[in-house]
């Protein structure tokens, strides 16, 4: 029988899986505070405005300005948004050796974001969502274990 380990908030038991939690992380030379600040900015192809989140103070200041329409979003955003989010990911987990351990210490369990809002990322209320970022995380686990993992 499989476990599964849920996780949401960043003060959770596994909280540290979460895009809100403070792990911050370098790509590409520039300090992102969290994985939800490096998503939000690259929904957009203007490049203050990317600034402009990534400098957010918190990731609901960058959550919101991510969420703003004043900006338009990326024609390719559908495309592109899984690979932000593993970059983003793999990079946290290239920063934090604690992360990194938490994750591959979950064994052979499934991971799932247990959102009630989110559909894609996570399992969203009704527990049919996507959970798209427990998948990533199971991805980058199998990773870890053939050999290190590289980011930003």
């Given at each position: 029988?499989?476990?599964?380990?849920?996780?949401?908030?960043?003060?959770?038991?596994?909280?540290?899986?979460?895009?809100?939690?403070?792990?911050?992380?370098?790509?590409?030379?520039?300090?992102?505070?969290?994985?939800?600040?490096?998503?939000q900015a690259h929904k957009f192809a203007d490049p203050a405005w990317t600034e402009r989140i990534r400098q957010a103070r918190t990731v609901r200041e960058a959550r919101a300005l991510g969420q703003s329409r004043k900006v338009l979003i990326r024609a390719d955003w559908d495309s592109a948004r899984d690979?932000?989010?593993?970059?983003?990911?793999?990079?946290?987990?290239?920063?934090?050796?604690?992360?990194?351990?938490?994750?591959?210490?979950?064994?052979?369990?499934?991971?799932?974001?247990?959102s009630p809002y989110d559909h894609y990322w996570g399992c969203g209320a009704d527990g049919t969502g996507a959970n798209r970022l427990g998948q990533i995380l199971m991805q980058i686990r199998s990773e870890l274990r053939a050999g290190p993992v590289e980011g930003g």
């Open positions: 029988m499989t476990t599964t380990i849920y996780f949401y908030g960043k003060t959770d038991d596994y909280g540290c899986f979460a895009n809100t939690s403070d792990h911050g992380f370098t790509v590409d030379g520039r300090y992102w505070r969290s994985v939800e600040h490096f998503y690979a932000v989010m593993v970059t983003a990911v793999k990079a946290k987990i290239a920063a934090h050796p604690e992360v990194r351990r938490t994750l591959l210490e979950t064994g052979e369990a499934l991971l799932v974001e247990a």
